[in-house]
């Protein structure tokens, strides 16, 4: 196997995207796609825009949702990703972002009210994380902020979990991935973690080490 060395001007090596929704506090609601999530426990981390009406919303008003579409959804996300909502639009951005403040009728998605915080949930996504961020700072390089967040309550839809339990069903749910900026959805499973907690006697062999 020969290895190069590059230099990419991207590091989405394959992640899940997220629809990120905030409170704008005046009855409106931001919302915004992302692709830096990732989660220990309970807590759920973003990296986001320092100029970002995201950002600049969770320093003032912590509550959020996380929201996870399904491949399906892909066209929706790309339909916010040119999309801002601060007016002015920064700087960096406005070769090729226009302003949006009505970004979920933008996308064609419908707000669907959440239980324990303002910011709504996205109706069509099928995986759902209310949450509220317990920090928000600023990266090692000063460029980008880390949103810590502690999910309150997990929404999912009936399809994707087992049944009885509170296990979301891996061979039911199927995130929308960005890869190096392109969308793909999984492909068939390969094994199973020796952790899982939802085994399936129809799993091919665990991965070898």
Not at 133 to 144: E, K, P, Q
Request: aromatic share 8%; with cysteine.
């Amino acid at each position: 196997m020969t290895h190069l060395t590059i230099a990419p001007s991207i590091l989405y090596a394959g992640t899940p995207v997220a629809l990120i929704t905030t409170d704008n506090g005046d009855e409106t609601f931001n919302l915004a796609p992302m692709s830096s999530a990732w989660a220990l426990g309970d807590v759920v981390v973003l990296g986001l825009g320092d100029e970002g009406r995201t950002g600049t919303n969770l320093r003032s008003r912590p509550e959020l949702v996380v929201s996870y579409p399904s491949p399906a959804q892909w066209d929706a996300v790309e339909r916010l990703a040119s999309l801002t909502g601060s007016n002015p639009v920064p700087e960096h951005k406005r070769a090729r972002f226009r302003y949006e403040p009505r970004k979920f009728e933008a996308a064609g998605l419908t707000e669907q009210k959440s239980e324990l915080v303002a910011p709504p949930r996205v109706g069509e996504c099928p995986l759902q994380f209310e949450a509220t961020a317990v920090s928000v700072d600023l990266d090692a390089g000063g460029n980008f902020l880390v949103v810590q967040a502690k999910v309150l309550r997990v929404h999912a839809v009936a399809e994707i979990v087992v049944p009885g339990t509170s296990y979301v069903d891996p061979r039911a749910w199927s995130p929308l991935i960005y890869n190096f900026r392109h969308y793909f959805g999984l492909g068939e499973q390969l094994g199973e973690s020796f952790r899982t907690e939802t085994p399936s006697a129809a799993a091919g062999p665990a991965p070898r080490r």
